[in-house]
């Protein structure tokens, strides 16, 4: 049986790969076949691959932070519309695995200015190309991966060690060949094996606050711009400092911080 996938491309369905990420998301095992079961009866050859994760966050609605987790994929897309919380987003998972990062720099070219994402450094200087996309059928391609090495070239006299890559969603073989041959970092949804940017997230618990699904676009943009971006921070501040910060009622924050704990299932707040 094949799902359509939203690029467009066809894939195998496996229901032993959902019940590993359900169980990954802190499913049970009786959760994870009941799922299962039901995903078999439901799934059509054919049918999309959203289509296919609305049937199993339906049923997974009766363990919702189970459902928040394994549909983590959306709420990086959420992030957005524009890449800036991205970059954001990322530099903050990048301090948490003990890189120094800077947002946004210029930095002179041969010619021109070079504005830069990311600058990262920990054994070495990375200068870092974020493409983000809301939709699921993107990729990054060679043309990025060509552009950013370029990029990378013209200003690699001022210390830079390697450029890198990064997306949201996945990279083409194309892209993946290229950095490769040229050593360029790319970092995708799934790629590399290890070190992907969704084991980076999981890894370290380091959800984004768009998990959360009671979350709207105000409520976003205000935990945005008291420098919230992941469900951990919440937990670095007293209510009434996030009251001061966000500028958000005590309700409001209760409740996202209730549905935060049952996320990180306890993990985040004992992390800070």
């Not at 079961?37 to 999309?48: A, F």
């Not at 790319?186 to 959360?212: C, D, F, M, N, Q």
């Not at 996030?242 to 049952?262: F, H, N, P, Q, R």
């Amino acid at each position: 049986m094949y799902i359509i996938k939203a690029s467009g491309e066809h894939e195998k369905f496996y229901s032993k790969k959902v019940y590993k990420e359900i169980l990954k998301a802190g499913g049970s095992k009786k959760v994870a076949n009941h799922v299962v079961s039901k995903l078999k009866k439901e799934v059509k050859n054919g049918m999309t691959s959203k289509k296919v994760l609305d049937i199993i966050l339906k049923y997974l609605r009766v363990e919702p932070d189970v459902a928040a987790r394994y549909d983590l994929k959306r709420a990086i897309m959420a992030l957005g519309p524009s890449g800036f919380p991205f970059e954001k987003y990322f530099a903050r998972i990048l301090s948490e695995y003990g890189y120094k990062v800077k947002l946004n720099q210029n930095v002179k070219g041969k010619k021109v200015n070079q504005e830069i994402d990311i600058v990262a450094e920990a054994n070495n200087k990375f200068m870092i190309e974020c493409k983000y996309h809301n939709d699921r059928g993107k990729h990054a391609g060679l043309k990025e991966a060509m552009y950013t090495y370029a990029r990378f070239l013209d200003i690699k006299k001022h210390g830079f060690d390697y450029p890198w890559l990064v997306t949201n969603t996945h990279l083409s073989n194309d892209a993946i060949s290229y950095a490769k041959g040229v050593k360029l970092k790319v970092t995708g949804w799934r790629h590399p094996a290890k070190g992907s940017l969704k084991e980076l997230i999981e890894k370290r618990k380091l959800y984004p606050i768009t998990i959360i699904r009671s979350i709207n676009e105000e409520t976003k943009e205000k935990l945005y711009a008291g420098r919230i971006m992941v469900i951990k921070d919440l937990f670095k501040f007293s209510i009434d400092e996030l009251i001061k910060k966000t500028g958000m009622s005590e309700k409001v924050l209760v409740k996202i911080i209730d549905e935060a704990k049952l996320i990180c299932g306890g993990d985040c707040e004992q992390e800070i």
